[in-house]
């Protein structure tokens, strides 16, 4: 079982990313998924969650209306398109199951500088 994460980078305000969680030994579809992130000395905090089967899509407060989290379950992978980005959104991504059940990736730098 694995998680990559990808699509990170240096951005200014108000730009856009893109995130890509490409999981392998399982199939993301089975699982209520969800992207994590960790800001320089801070707890890691939950940020959005896609359930596995219809139901409701969750965000944290603060990137409701700003983030999308999506898979695509031909190519096993899980999105979260960030828009609108700011420095709080500065941190490393991480995505996982729900219950944070699978082995963590190494997350993907993203860094939100004028």
């Known amino acids: 079982v694995q998680l990559v994460e990808s699509g990170g980078g240096l951005v200014q305000p108000g730009e856009s990313l893109r995130l890509s969680c490409a999981a392998s030994?399982?199939?993301?579809?089975?699982?209520?998924m969800s992207w994590y992130r960790q800001a320089p000395g801070k707890e890691r905090e939950w940020v959005a969650r896609?359930?596995?089967?219809?139901?409701?899509?969750n965000y944290v407060d603060s990137v409701k209306g700003r983030f999308t989290i999506s898979r695509d379950n031909a190519k096993n992978t899980v999105y979260l398109q960030m828009n609108s980005l700011n420095a709080e959104d500065t941190a490393v991504y991480y995505c996982n199951g729900w219950y944070q059940q699978f082995p963590w990736g190494q997350g993907t730098q993203v860094t939100v500088s004028s």
């Open positions: 030994g399982f199939t993301v579809s089975t699982y209520a």
């Open positions: 896609v359930p596995s089967a219809g139901g409701i899509i």
